[in-house]
Each structure stands twice: as C-alpha cells, then as structure tokens.
Nanobody
Framework: QVQLVESGGGLVQAGGSLRLSCAAS????????VAWFRQSPGKEREFAAA????????YTADSVKGRFTISRDSAKNSVSLEMISLKPEDSAVYYC?????????????????WGQGTQVTVSS
C-alpha cells in the first residue's frame, strides 16, 4: 500500500515562498501522475498542479500559473511544489495525490492515494 507524506507547510507573509514535498513509501511513483490539490474551509478540493512521472509533463492551474512549479526527484521518489509570490487566497490545506487519471488529472476522484495534507497559511 502506497503511503504519501507531505511536508513543508507553514505560515508565511504575502509575497513569500514555500516549498512543499511529497514522499512515497510502500511503493514508487513509476507509472503514476502525482498532483497537488488544495482545500480551504467551505470550498471544494481544488487542483493546483500535476506531473506525469514518466516523461515529466507538468500541468498547472491557471490560478497559480507562473507562481507554482511542480517537480520530481526520482532518486528520492518524491514530488515538490515550489510556491512563490504567495497570496492570502493561497491559504489552504495542500494534499498530495497519486494515481493514473489519464487526461483528467485535475479531478480529485481520479486519484487513488492521498496524503494527510499540510497547512499553508498566507498572512496579509
């Protein structure tokens, strides 16, 4: 059973940056797509970014394009989300997910494995 563990969340001022990491245990990302979703209170889980492990193609939501960058580290079997120019509206619990969503990489239900989430709070 694959387990995903996120790290790197925290409190940052608007305009600041954070780097989130997602490490897998009990399996590898070999043929998966790994994504970051986020969810704030009262809102649905929202797609942020995804990366296909094979080939490295990346996808980024319009709301974070140019500010968030997803990348993978094959040696560490991990995926990172670099976030810059953070805004208060980026505050949310950020979740790492892995699965084989094919072209529907932005839909949460297409992912099988999920981490426990890490809180990101951006103060104004």
């Amino acid at each position: 059973q694959v387990q995903l563990v996120e790290s790197g969340g925290g409190l940052v001022q608007a305009g600041g940056s954070l780097r989130l990491s997602c490490a897998a245990s009990g399996g590898t990302f070999t043929t998966a797509t790994v994504a970051w979703f986020r969810q704030s209170p009262g809102k649905e889980r929202e797609f942020a970014a995804a990366i296909r492990w094979n080939g490295g193609s990346t996808y980024t939501a319009d709301s974070v394009k140019g500010r968030f960058t997803i990348s993978r580290d094959s040696a560490k079997n991990s995926v990172s989300l670099e976030m810059i120019s953070l805004k208060p509206e980026d505050s949310a619990v950020y979740y790492c997910a892995a699965g084989r969503p094919d072209t529907l990489y932005y839909i949460p239900s297409k992912y099988v494995f999920w981490g426990q989430g890490t809180q990101v709070t951006v103060s104004s």
